[in-house]
């Protein structure tokens, strides 16, 4: 019995062994696989560490260049800063003997307030005296309101209109077009230069001339439309009181007013008979061939009564 005993000592101790060594090898096993997975790791993003810096060069990169954009462009316009192109029309009629002297108000007004005149025309009466024109004058348009009404107050105002056209979609339109041209540009520019070929540098020159162009257009569009908004139109038509004339009641205008009708009657049956004359020589002819008709009846009716 005692015997047994040893024996089932022995093999619980030999059991007991063998797992405490199974597991010693598996955790070192473990741990030797987590050590060769942390290694890779680390070697992965040592080797994803210059694509990482580069992407993020390029986000900064990509973050000032709108930025100087922004800065250069300036924002979407907003409610409050709306791109308004504002014109205005007014016919004054203004004291008689002051055409010159509204005139002269007129072109001080649009210089005195930074503004300059664009158009202008005067028009004479009968005597040869200016009497009536027209002035087109630009204006600051924060000096828009206050410029209208000095020039409804230089004399009676006969008609007005005005008008306001926003622009602003259409500038912040042109604007999103341009950066998109540049953008492009700057492509093609990087490309001209990394061109080996002839043949590519023709062709990437030739998208890069249409791209330029495209560019200069939508400049100048919107440099047109900066104009139109910040200096407003003024369109004024002003004119002296027209002359009342009085018909007179004279014998001697009578007189002319008679000698104006018969000549005019007398001319008019001058130019009637031209007019008609095809028609009564043509009358006139059958008028003859009839007569001649007649008398020869006549003649052979004559002949035999004789007989």
Known sequence: MRIKG????????????????????????????????????EAVMEEEAPAMEAVEE????????????????GEIPVAGDRKVIKTAYIELE???????????ELVSLAEQNGGFVSNSQSYSDAEGNMTSG?????????????ALNRVKEMGTVKSSSGAGQDVTQEYTD????????????????????????????LEVQRELSNVQEQIEIIKG???????MVSFSTIDVYFHEPEPITVAGWGF?????????GAVNVFNGLVVAIIVTAPLWILIGIILIIVWQ???????????????
């Open 58 to 73: 390029a986000a900064v990169e990509e973050e000032k260049v709108a930025a100087d954009t922004e800065a250069q462009y």
């Open 174 to 201: 042109l604007e999103s077009r341009l950066r998109n041209y540049q953008a492009q540009e700057e492509v093609l520019l990087n490309l001209m230069k990394e061109s080996k070929k002839v043949s590519d540098s």
């Open 134 to 146: 027209s002035i087109t004058i630009r204006i600051p348009s924060n000096k828009y309101s206050s």
């Open 94 to 104: 203004v004291g008689v003997g002051k055409f010159e002297d509204t005139m002269f």
């Open 221 to 227: 569009r919107m440099q047109y439309l900066d104009d």
């Open 6 to 41: 040893s024996l089932s000592k022995l093999l619980f101790i030999l059991l007991s062994s063998i797992f405490v060594i199974g597991m010693i090898l598996a955790g070192c096993k473990a741990a030797a696989e987590e050590a060769r997975f942390y290694g890779e790791t």
């Open 293 to 307: 008709v007649i008398k020869a009846r006549k003649r052979r009716r004559a002949r035999k009564e004789q007989k």
């Open 252 to 260: 001697v205008e009578a007189l002319k007013r008679g000698l104006r």
